[in-house]
């Protein structure tokens, strides 16, 4: 048996919000980031989310294209939403390696979670590790909370999708919402510059069926292999403390039902959490203060969770016609402009820190189908290969 490695704190989960967690540790103790894989892998997610997360992390290289436009078709409707907080798609494997290059003194490992022995080490691949500060931000399987005694994920609760690229251009973030193939959830389409992020998901969990939905929305009779990518996502905020861990992004439900914009929550949650720990590495909080402030931090949004889910849950029930109405009422602009404050809020941005008590000065632009420095960087690629190529 292997002996037992003690840190000041662990997480577990190295997608955005364990990134986040660990950016508010850094330099406070010794600190392990662990995920079943590298960084940048993995990707699951559409990409898209304020065109402020990416301002307030001063992480305009994984920026795509901005949308200050979003649409959403419904019973034969284009509904139009002029944004006041404009929206963007980015690169995942380039804001994830720009967070985890910023990680100076945090120690990263590729180790798969194993479980927890009783005395709660936890089990990380071959490694036995222990820590005062534990951080659950392992995705909606949950797999610490689970190991600490938390009930099983209920997957009644679960919303899934699928998603594929296609390389044409585009300007909106455009949906479609309950189409006649798939009443039970939606269409996207996402621009990103140099290509298009189509997909479609089940608010139900119903997974039968989706990739084919998604090809007769395509109008392709099957995909390549390897072409559709997807994945399960909450539609309920969970618990954001299991025992003595905190617990943060998609392990805590924090993927806003009815949109499943789960990054911004992750990353916004995920540093909270990592302040409270690192109040706790530095002697300034006790574990179960720091704890209680984070739940209580995480409950501040949870009226707003519970409106997005009731609707979600409404909006499935009557017909699509009944629902459209109500929508296009929603873009009216005094409407619209108070439900967007609303949604900002939930999980508000400019809480964001580029590291511990620093914030962003830059801002991005913000004009309609504009592009970013991750498009001109896998063009740059583009070129070069070709270039490559055509020497040798």
């Given at each position: 048996?292997?002996?037992?490695?003690?840190?000041?704190?662990?997480?577990?989960?190295?997608?955005f919000?364990?990134?986040?967690?660990?950016?508010?540790?850094?330099?406070?103790?010794?600190v392990?980031?662990?995920?079943?894989?590298?960084?940048?892998?993995?990707?699951?997610?559409?990409?898209?989310?304020?065109?402020?997360?990416?301002?307030?992390?001063?992480?305009?290289?994984?920026?795509?294209?901005?949308?200050?436009?979003?649409?959403?078709?419904?019973?034969?409707?284009?509904?139009?939403?002029?944004?006041?907080?404009?929206?963007?798609?980015?690169?995942?494997?380039?804001?994830?390696?720009?967070?985890?290059?910023?990680?100076?003194?945090?120690?990263?490992?590729?180790?798969?979670?194993k479980?927890?022995?009783?005395?709660?080490?936890?089990?990380?691949?071959?490694?036995?590790?222990?820590?005062?500060?534990?951080?659950?931000?392992?995705?909606?399987?949950?797999?610490?909370?689970?190991?600490l005694?938390?009930?099983?994920?209920?997957?009644?609760?679960?919303?899934?999708?699928?998603?594929?690229?296609?390389?044409?251009?585009?300007?909106?973030?455009?949906?479609?919402?309950?189409?006649?193939?798939?009443?039970?959830?939606v269409?996207?389409?996402?621009?990103?510059?140099?290509?298009?992020?189509e997909?479609?998901?089940?608010?139900?969990?119903?997974?039968?069926?989706?990739?084919?939905?998604?090809?007769?929305?395509?109008?392709?009779?099957?995909?390549?292999?390897?072409?559709?990518?997807?994945?399960?996502?909450?539609?309920?905020?969970?618990?954001?403390?299991?025992?003595?861990?905190?617990?943060?992004?998609?392990?805590?439900?924090?993927?806003?039902?009815?949109?499943g914009?789960?990054?911004?929550?992750?990353?916004?949650?995920?540093?909270?959490?990592?302040?409270?720990?690192?109040?706790?590495?530095?002697?300034?909080?006790?574990?179960?203060?720091?704890?209680?402030?984070?739940?209580?931090?995480?409950?501040?949004?949870?009226?707003?969770?519970?409106?997005?889910?009731r609707?979600?849950?409404?909006?499935?029930?009557?017909?699509?016609w009944?629902?459209?109405?109500?929508?296009?009422?929603?873009?009216?602009?005094?409407?619209?402009?108070?439900?967007?404050?609303?949604?900002?809020?939930?999980?508000?941005?400019?809480?964001?820190?580029?590291?511990?008590?620093?914030?962003?000065?830059?801002?991005?632009?913000?004009?309609?189908c504009?592009?970013?420095?991750?498009?001109?960087?896998?063009?740059?690629?583009?070129?070069?290969?070709?270039e490559?190529?055509?020497?040798?």
């Amino acid at each position: 048996m292997s002996k037992v490695e003690t840190y000041d704190a662990v997480v577990v989960g190295a997608s955005f919000a364990g990134l986040a967690a660990a950016s508010q540790l850094d330099g406070a103790g010794r600190v392990l980031l662990a995920d079943r894989e590298p960084v940048g892998v993995g990707e699951t997610s559409a990409c898209g989310t304020l065109l402020a997360v990416l301002e307030q992390l001063d992480a305009g290289d994984a920026l795509e294209q901005v949308h200050p436009k979003v649409v959403i078709n419904l019973a034969g409707r284009r509904v139009v939403f002029e944004t006041a907080y404009p929206f963007a798609t980015f690169d995942y494997r380039t804001l994830s390696e720009l967070l985890a290059s910023r990680l100076g003194e945090v120690e990263m490992a590729v180790a798969p979670f194993k479980g927890v022995e009783p005395d709660g080490t936890l089990l990380l691949g071959d490694r036995r590790v222990r820590a005062d500060v534990v951080i659950d931000a392992s995705g909606w399987r949950r797999v610490v909370a689970a190991g600490l005694g938390a009930p099983r994920v209920d997957r009644g609760r679960l919303s899934t999708g699928v998603e594929t690229r296609h390389h044409h251009g585009g300007c909106v973030l455009e949906f479609w919402f309950r189409p006649p193939e798939r009443p039970d959830g939606v269409h996207w389409a996402f621009p990103a510059g140099d290509h298009v992020r189509e997909g479609s998901a089940s608010y139900l969990g119903r997974a039968k069926g989706l990739r084919e939905d998604l090809a007769r929305f395509e109008h392709v009779d099957a995909f390549p292999p390897k072409a559709v990518h997807g994945g399960w996502f909450p539609a309920h905020l969970g618990e954001p403390t299991v025992g003595r861990a905190f617990v943060v992004g998609d392990a805590a439900g924090q993927c806003l039902p009815l949109t499943g914009e789960g990054i911004r929550p992750a990353l916004v949650f995920g540093q909270a959490a990592g302040r409270e720990a690192r109040a706790v590495l530095d002697g300034t909080s006790d574990l179960d203060t720091a704890l209680a402030r984070y739940r209580a931090t995480v409950e501040r949004s949870r009226l707003g969770y519970r409106a997005l889910e009731r609707f979600q849950a409404w909006s499935l029930r009557p017909p699509v016609w009944v629902v459209a109405p109500l929508v296009r009422g929603c873009a009216w602009g005094p409407i619209s402009r108070r439900l967007q404050a609303t949604y900002w809020a939930v999980a508000d941005p400019d809480t964001l820190e580029v590291v511990p008590g620093t914030r962003a000065v830059t801002r991005l632009p913000d004009l309609q189908c504009s592009t970013g420095p991750a498009v001109e960087e896998r063009r740059r690629a583009i070129d070069d290969t070709e270039e490559e190529a055509t020497g040798a």
